[in-house]
């Protein structure tokens, strides 16, 4: 099944809540990036967080980041969403193994570290981007997140985020669900909540058994009566393109086109997000350099 995000409130209005799959964009970033395991899991937890944030900004040509620097060995995390959610990310060190916890799992926490932030930058195409930062809990991502929402946004938040990865370390599910209260929310909402996301067990173990976002989001608030207000398909999408790497080029100001031109006589361009090589001949350098001289 293709990804797929949706987002709901309870009928009570009192919880308003996002869950998305994620298995074929985070396949695609695995591919990309070529991650081993551990990173697939950090990666992909990090983009099916950003995704589920990003379709929450609602407004055209915004986009949302996050960034995840917890000073393990994967290094930095980078995932990107649009205002539909649609992602792309990077991790700076695809190719980090680290053993098995002692439960069996992906040691994400010990990749990723806990030792720094997490940050999001909401470009709300404004003329100043909104930026939040919070110290990293344990490197998990989820309990990261849902921090995030409680110290920057004064949201008390549920969030859980998985991924499975297959023996042949394709992926075999990936998502994860954001539940928020609205206020006005009381004691009894947050215990409902609670008791519901712990029967519900792992984001794994529910999408194993129903790779549906909506069945998920139905399974953990299983106590309230849910009205879903949009389902929406999401993907892995780069926006690179020929032009901004032009322009990218170009801002990088003459005496440096012209260092290039002397020292390489072309530019070779690969994209962080999508892998794809932007070939520039020395022609085209000249001609940016031409350009970068009027400016
Ligand atoms: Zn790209």
Do not use: W
């Not at 964009?25 to 899991?41: G, N």
Request: net charge negative; glycine share 10%; hydrophobic share 40%.
């Amino acid at each position: 099944m293709t990804d797929r995000l949706i987002r709901a409130i309870t009928a009570d209005g009192m919880v308003k809540a996002t869950a998305v799959t994620t298995r074929e964009l985070t396949e695609r970033a695995r591919q990309i990036h070529k991650t081993l395991p551990v990173v697939t899991a950090a990666l992909g937890r990090t983009l099916a967080a950003a995704s589920m944030m990003g379709n929450a900004l609602k407004s055209e040509g915004a986009s949302l980041s996050i960034q995840v620097r917890g000073g393990g060995p994967v290094g930095a995390i980078v995932a990107i969403s649009d205002s539909e959610g649609n992602v792309r990310g990077y991790a700076e060190h695809p190719q980090v193994d680290l053993p098995l916890r002692s439960d069996g799992k992906l040691d994400v926490g010990a990749a990723v570290g806990c030792d720094g932030t997490l940050t999001v930058i909401k470009d709300l195409c404004m003329k100043e981007p909104y930026i939040g930062s919070v110290q990293l809990l344990g490197g998990e991502i989820a309990e990261d997140i849902a921090q995030y929402f409680v110290e920057s946004e004064q949201i008390p938040t549920a969030c859980a985020l998985g991924v499975l990865v297959d023996r042949d370390q394709s992926v075999r599910c990936a998502g994860g669900y954001l539940i928020q209260l609205l206020p006005g929310a009381g004691e009894d909402v947050i215990s409902k909540v609670e008791a519901g996301v712990y029967a519900a067990g792992a984001v794994t173990k529910l999408l194993t058994a129903n790779d549906d976002p909506e069945a998920m989001l139905r399974t953990v608030l299983s106590e309230f009566e849910l009205e879903v207000l949009e389902t929406a398909p999401v993907a892995y999408r780069c926006t690179c393109s020929r032009d901004r790497v032009e322009r990218a080029l170009l801002s990088l100001g003459a005496d440096e086109l012209r260092q290039m031109l002397d020292e390489q006589g072309h530019a070779e361009l690969t994209c962080q997000f999508c892998d794809q090589v932007h070939q520039f001949s020395g022609e085209d350098l000249r001609r940016i350099l031409e350009l970068a001289r009027k400016k």
